[in-house]
C-alpha cells in the first residue's frame, strides 16, 4: 500500500490519496480495511476509490462524494493502469467545495500516479 497525504487542503478539506495492487473484490474490500485500520481513514469524511481489471471490468464506489469514483475511474483508464485500486481520502473541512471537488480528486489521482511512474495524462 502507498499513501501520499496532505496532497490537497482547500477551505478546512484535506486530501490523501492511497493505493495498491487488487485483482478481486475480495481485494478491493482487503484493501479498504487495511486502510481504515488507521483511525484517521476510518474517521476521514469519504473513502472514494476505483480498480479496472485487466478484462476491463470496472468497480467504484463513491463513499458519499458522488460522482468522484467515476473520476478516479477515468483516469485509471487513461493511463491504462489494471487491478489497481486508487482511493481518494477527503476529510471535510466544513465549507461545500462545489466542483472543485473534482478537481481536487484529479489532483490526488494524478499525484499517485506520477509517485508510481505511470502517465498522469488527463
Known amino acids: 500500500m502507498k499513501t501520499i ?3 490537497v487542503n ?6 490523501a490519496v492511497s493505493g495498491g495492487a487488487a485483482r478481486s473484490d ?3 474490500t482487503a484493501f479498504l480495511k487495511q486502510l481504515k485500520r488507521n483511525k484517521k481513514y476510518a474517521k476521514a469524511t469519504h473513502n ?3 480498480v479496472l481489471a ?10 458519499g462524494e458522488s460522482g468522484a469514483g467515476m473520476v478516479i475511474l477515468r483516469m485509471l483508464e487513461r493511463a491504462g493502469l489494471h487491478d489497481h485500486v486508487i482511493v481518494v481520502t477527503r ?10 471537488r473534482f478537481r481536487h480528486v ?12 505511470r502517465s498522469a495524462a488527463d
Not at 484529479?106 to 511512474?117: D, K
Request: proline share 0%.
Open 48 to 50: 472514494t476509490w476505483a
Open 91 to 100: 476529510w471535510y473541512g466544513g465549507k461545500h467545495l462545489g466542483g472543485d
Open 106 to 117: 484529479q489532483t490526488c489521482v494524478r499525484r499517485y500516479l506520477e509517485a508510481i511512474g
Open 5 to 7: 497525504e496532505n496532497v
Open 26 to 28: 475480495a481485494d478491493v
Open 10 to 15: 482547500d477551505r478546512g478539506s484535506r486530501y
Open 54 to 63: 485487466a478484462d476491463g471490468t470496472a468497480r467504484k464506489g463513491d463513499d
